[in-house]
RNA sequence: GGAGAGAUGGCCGAGCGGUUGAAGGCGCCUGACUCGAAAUCAGGUUUGGGGGUGACCUCAACGGGGGUUCGAAUCCCUCUCUCUCCGCCA
């Protein structure tokens, strides 16, 4: 959620920048949402006010058993005009709060002004592309090799599932542990969060309200509808929801492993092939809280934290720097990952990293306490590192030989029981 | 799933219709004393919204929501969570 005091006090520069990315702001709805809001509330705390002041008249008389009816009988006439004044308010302010929490987060400076991906920008190139002739795809050598089973996976689930089995099952598994293992080591704490998690906490990263068709709902008799977890960003940055976090805390770093799941209504026809593109998957996720002046540094840390990860089982990728088109509704700035895929001759989407400023702070009011000053909400960051699904599939691919063997990467294998080969 | 108890400020803990944003204690901060520290003494110490150039004024918040009342931390309803006992269970 963006500053209510920034816009009113620099609307059109917010306008501009929001322009940066495709959205536009209404201003003259927003300046009337935020004066109703305002003329609403002036008029109701007048009254209320003024209730208080005659309360506290009657307590008076009262104790020295003085009559008071006739304060009483024009309290109720204050009381009835206040009653008549909720509803007005109530309205005002949801109107007015709903608007905001529909803004996307402001570009940073850095970012690069463009409408799509075309206008992101390369930054770094890492490894060497192998020289495969006819390199075969994921499923064909994940399905030869009898550890990839999508038929089954659509008898059970349906579309967009995958059945790993043997030592599939097994490299996920080790891929997993590799991570986590890296992270930690490089000074993430790791966290189990639960899987399903309340409308609050979607609310919080900004998934929730407006990006409910991308999420699997859950009910349950009477109690309110839980949300499977798209990626453990969200129940790992809301842990610190509604908290104050002593400074001497920042930046905390978190790592976790969870699956994640995403309904993705409009994504049909995109990524049909293979398990690039699922509706469950096995994510180990960074996340980081910072202070303001810490947070950008911050990402350059935790994006080459990702990146490592990638460097260590010798996948060739590159860093792309997204433009202010292409970024996430919450991000402020935003680094993709994307490594080689032979079968597809190009870069892929392994790792999103983000750096969210005060904006997921805001909504779940994460705040922490500065040296010596007031509460100020902090920066939160996270990124993918990385997602496991898709760096099985770049092992496969990358690391196939001619026979459809895969060549086992050197860092991988003390969690596979020192396996070389899998054929 | 059944029965009962509870949820108050950074923490502990009182209050159970009328200057209680909240006693008391702990913690923390400032000052005095001290060469310095401890101890002691004095003072201070929640957050958010609105208004004002400013000193400042004002509203809201005692788990969440709703109600009763001139007035609610205090009474009623409801939801959530925690604890104890019983049942079930990976």
Known sequence: ???????????????????????????????????????????????KAER????????????????????????????DKLKALEGAEREAEAAFRDFLAGLPNLPHASVPAGKDE?????????????????????VELGTKLGILDLDRAAKLSGARFAVLKGLGAKLERALIAFMLDRQAA??????????????????????LPKFEQDLFKTSRGDGAPLYLIPTAEVPVTNL???????????????????PCFRSEAGSYGKD???????????????????APDQAEAELE??????????????????????????????????????VWLPSQATYREISSCSW??????????????????????????????????????????????PDGSIRVPEALRPYLGGLEVIR
């Open 240 to 258: 610190y929801r509604d908290e104050i976090l002593a400074a001497e805390m920042l930046p905390l770093r978190h790592c976790a492993f969870t």
């Open 1 to 47: 959620m963006l500053d209510a005091n920034l816009l009113r006090n620099d609307l059109d520069a917010v306008a501009a920048r929001l322009a940066d990315r495709g959205y536009v702001l209404d201003v003259a709805a927003y300046r009337s949402l935020d004066e109703r809001r305002r003329a609403v509330l002036q008029e109701a705390e007048a009254l």
């Open 118 to 138: 075309h206008a992101n920008v390369e930054v770094k190139r890492w490894g060497q592309v192998p020289a495969i002739e006819k390199p075969l795809d994921h």
């Open 186 to 207: 490089a000074g993430y704490e790791e966290v189990i969060p639960p899987y399903l998690v309340n409308a609050d906490s979607m609310y919080g990263t900004g998934q």
């Open 52 to 79: 208080n002041r005659v309360s506290e008249e009657v307590g008076r008389l009262k104790r020295a058993k003085e009559n008071a009816d006739a304060l009483i009988a024009q309290q109720r006439e204050v009381g």
């Open 356 to 401: 969210f400023g005060d904006f997921q702070a805001r909504r779940a009011n994460i705040r922490f306490r500065p040296k010596d000053g007031k509460p100020a909400f902090l920066h939160t960051l996270n990124g993918s590192g990385l997602a496991v699904g898709r760096t099985w599939v770049a092992i496969l691919e990358n690391c196939q030989q």
């Open 301 to 338: 840390r935790l994006t080459s934290n990702a990146e490592a990860i990638l460097e260590a089982l010798g996948l060739p990728y590159r860093r792309v720097l997204l433009c202010t088109g292409d970024m996430g509704f919450s991000s402020q700035k935003t680094y993709d990952l994307e």
């Open 272 to 290: 049909t092939k293979g398990i690039i593109r699922q509706h469950q998957f096995h994510k180990v996720e960074l996340v980081a809280f910072a």
